[in-house]
C-alpha cells in the first residue's frame, strides 16, 4: 500500500510576487536588509483612513471597458 501523496506547498504573497514581478518585495530598499510583516490590515475603514491620511487614495481606479480588437489585415 502506497502511503499519502505529497501535497504541493503553496507559496507565500511574496513569493508569489518575486516570481511574477521578479521584485522582492521584502528587501529594504534603502538598506539591502529583510523586512519583518507585522501586522496585516483587514478593516476597510482602517485602511481608507491611513490612505487618506497619507494623502493616497483610498478608492480603486474606475474600471475601463477593453479597447476593441485592431483591424485584420488583408493576406494577399
Not at 519583518?36 to 480603486?60: C, E, M, W, Y
Amino acid at each position: 500500500m502506497r502511503g499519502r501523496p505529497v501535497l504541493a506547498r503553496r507559496l507565500d504573497w511574496a513569493a508569489l510576487l518575486a516570481r511574477v514581478f521578479a521584485i522582492d518585495v521584502l528587501r529594504c530598499s534603502e538598506c539591502g536588509g529583510r523586512r519583518r510583516v507585522l501586522a496585516f490590515l483587514t478593516d476597510p475603514s482602517v485602511v481608507a483612513k491611513i490612505l487618506v491620511h497619507l494623502g493616497l487614495p483610498s478608492r480603486p481606479p474606475p474600471v475601463v471597458p477593453a479597447r476593441a480588437s485592431p483591424p485584420e489585415e488583408a493576406a494577399w
